[in-house]
């Protein structure tokens, strides 16, 4: 029986993100060149964001490649850029069919010319749906993000346009890349890694964690379903106690 029975549809996570790990593992397991893996990937990509639109999911994020990849070598890294405008190319179809509106975080400047223009294709394209935003998270480091926040606004402050005293959580959001993106409920990393590689450090102040060893190009629907339930088992108390809670 599937684990879809034990979701309560009234409590899924309001905003998802999910660290999308293992392509590389997954493919010299079987001997099979690390992009392959990547292509391998996309499938579960497709799988997990047309799941999450059906389940009610308002917001899902995905980790798709960070700053600190630019380090890879420049086979993989121009690899994963090409996959990046096939599926964009391919899966625009899956998202006005799902009503599901494209965003993408992260430096976005640095991406090769290409991505950036089918990016931006896509994005003004899906501009008006409404079930779910799926945000990909780009050449996107939050310490980065973070730097460029404030000094978004310590040159306000300098022009006068904000006071040194109205910073508050609020200020610091709008300028975050993820800006009307609510915080983070539930991380997802696959792949047995336990550590959050520089992903919105922010926006997760609070967030639920699900560790998983199944590497990405395996992780299936009933694998979404598992993390969604270990989840809704959870009692989030922000800080309160579990009296205050249950009232
Ligand atoms: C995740 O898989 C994809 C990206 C980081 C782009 P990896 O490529 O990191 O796979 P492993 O961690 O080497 O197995
Ligand atoms: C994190 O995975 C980035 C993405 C999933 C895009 P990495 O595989 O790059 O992270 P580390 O280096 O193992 O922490
Ligand atoms: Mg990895």
């Known amino acids: 029986m599937s684990l879809l029975n034990n979701i309560n549809q009234n409590n899924v996570p309001n905003h998802l993100a999910i660290i999308m790990d293992g392509n590389g593992r997954w493919a010299k397991q079987r001997g099979l060149l690390r992009s392959i893996g990547h292509e391998g990937g996309t499938k579960s990509v497709r799988t997990t964001v047309e799941t999450c639109a059906k389940l009610g999911i308002k917001n899902l994020t995905l980790y798709a490649f960070s700053t600190e990849n630019w380090n890879r070598p420049k086979l993989e890294v121009d690899t994963l850029m090409k996959l990046l405008v096939s599926s964009l190319k391919k899966e625009i179809k899956t998202l006005q069919e799902n009503n599901i509106k494209l965003n993408a975080i992260g430096n976005l400047t640095n991406l090769p010319n290409k991505v950036q223009k089918e990016l931006k294709e896509v994005i003004s394209k899906t501009s008006t749906n409404t079930r779910m935003t799926l945000t990909l998270a780009l050449s996107y480091g939050s310490r980065e993000e973070i730097i460029q926040a404030v000094k978004k606004i310590s040159e306000k402050v300098k022009n006068n346009i ?78 309160k106690t579990s009296e205050q809670i249950s009232k």
């Open 162 to 239: 904000i006071s040194i005293e109205a910073i508050d959580e609020s200020i610091i959001n709008q300028h975050l890349y993820t800006q009307d993106i609510p915080d983070v409920d539930l991380v997802i990393r696959t792949s047995g890694e336990h550590r959050i590689s520089n992903f919105l450090l922010w926006q997760i102040a609070y967030a639920e964690f699900y560790f998983t060893d199944v590497l990405w190009p395996d992780f299936s629907e009933e694998n979404l379903y598992e993390a969604i339930v270990s989840y809704q088992q959870r009692e989030r108390r922000f800080g």
